[in-house]
């Protein structure tokens, strides 16, 4: 019944930019922290970055802070991961998911492909 579609990915040059969007159904949106988190090939699923329910705090890990920017448009059920600078390590599939309140991430997307070339 839950569902959360993520789209926006594609394959781009070091450098460039994307962003990709996350879309929820089936849940009370406004009430779930939503995180980002990729996986690339042969490793295992990491954290990116979350946002709160009401979009005041963010948080990122070392490796994409300056570069990411997560945002949530609570009307539209969509959660943003603006994705600057991009770099090769950066190519893996990412996922969005929800959490509610301080729980672990309870619902997951399906993915979407993000490939940086050199």
């Known amino acids: 019944q839950v569902q959360l579609v993520e789209s926006g990915g594609g394959l781009v040059q070091a450098g460039d930019s994307l962003r990709l969007s996350c879309t929820a159904s089936?849940?009370?949106?406004?009430?779930?922290?939503m995180g980002w988190f990729r996986q690339a090939p042969g490793k295992e699923r990491e954290f990116v970055g979350s946002i709160t329910r009401n979009g005041g705090t963010t948080s990122y890990a070392d490796s994409v802070k300056g570069r990411f920017t997560a945002s949530r448009d609570n009307a539209k059920k969509t959660v943003y991961l603006q994705m600057n600078s991009l770099k090769p390590e950066d190519t893996a599939d990412y996922y969005c998911a929800a959490a509610p309140g301080t729980a672990t991430y309870r619902y997951w997307g399906q993915g979407t492909q993000v490939t940086v070339s050199s």
């Open positions: 089936g849940l009370m949106f406004s009430y779930y922290d």
